[in-house]
């Protein structure tokens, strides 16, 4: 159980679009679901927690115009990197809470490639 | 930078020894949790360890921590090439409920 998958898995797209990345908690409600960065041989980093149906809270410095977050419902949040460039590619993890925040299932990550 | 340190950032060890990894941070904590990530993977939670707690088993996995030292170990005892990712930290310390990750150790375990 608490299965948590992200879909693409990766996906290249051209510098000025937006791409949208999904995150699912497959077999549990997800109260509260985080979405980090990794960008490569670093660790990861928190961007934002989003909890259903109200705004995402944003770490310090992560644009939020940019990095559209929606959780529309227990068991899905969407990421949408807007105008995507270059420097945004990067491995996007989310992780999904049941409740207890000391708990986390993380998915497998999305990599993204901006060309 | 809130960032917690892991160290040694790389560790390359023969199958069968054992591997230690450690970790500091900078804030208070609730608990402490450590991860692996396999490469271009997801994490996987392999431990975590409230900050009453002094140490912890999970098979070949032994925790410690040291609330007045503000840092954490891991050890993998029997180290196998399938343990090779990179190892992680986690502890509280963002805008809601804290979570700051350590910068990872590398672990490369040769058959």
């Known amino acids: 159980g608490a299965v948590v998958s992200q879909h693409p898995s990766w996906v290249i797209c051209k510098s000025g679009t937006s791409v949208k990345i999904e995150c699912r908690s497959l077999?549990?409600?997800?109260?509260?679901m985080f979405w980090y960065r990794q960008f490569p041989k670093q660790s990861l980093m928190l961007m934002a927690t989003?909890?259903?149906?109200?705004?995402?809270?944003?770490e310090q410095g992560v644009e939020k115009d940019k990095f559209l977050i929606n959780h529309a419902s227990l068991t899905l949040s969407t990421l949408t990197v807007t105008s995507a460039h270059p420097e945004d590619s990067s491995f996007y993890i989310c992780?999904?809470?049941?409740?207890?925040?000391?708990?986390?299932?993380f998915g497998p990550g999305t990599r993204l490639t901006v060309l | 930078s809130q960032q917690g340190e892991e160290d040694p950032q790389a560790l390359s060890i023969q199958e069968g020894e054992n591997a230690t990894m450690n970790c500091s941070y900078k804030?208070?904590?609730?608990?402490l949790q450590w991860y692996r990530q396999n490469s271009g993977r997801g994490l996987v939670h392999l431990i975590l360890?409230?900050?009453?707690?002094r140490e912890k088993h999970s098979g070949r996995l032994r925790v410690t921590l040291d609330t007045s030292k503000k840092s954490s170990s891991l050890l993998i005892t029997a180290s196998r090439a399938a343990d090779t990712a990179s190892y992680f930290c986690?502890?509280?310390?963002?805008?809601?409920?804290?979570?700051?990750f350590g910068k990872g150790t590398k672990l490369s375990v040769k058959p």
């Open positions: 989003s909890n259903e149906g109200s705004k995402a809270t944003y």
């Open positions: 992780s999904a809470s049941r409740g207890d925040l000391n708990e986390q299932f």
């Open positions: 360890i409230r900050s009453n707690e």
């Open positions: 804030t208070s904590i609730n608990n």
């Open positions: 077999d549990f409600q997800a109260t509260t």
């Open positions: 986690m502890n509280y310390g963002g805008s809601q409920g804290n979570l700051i």
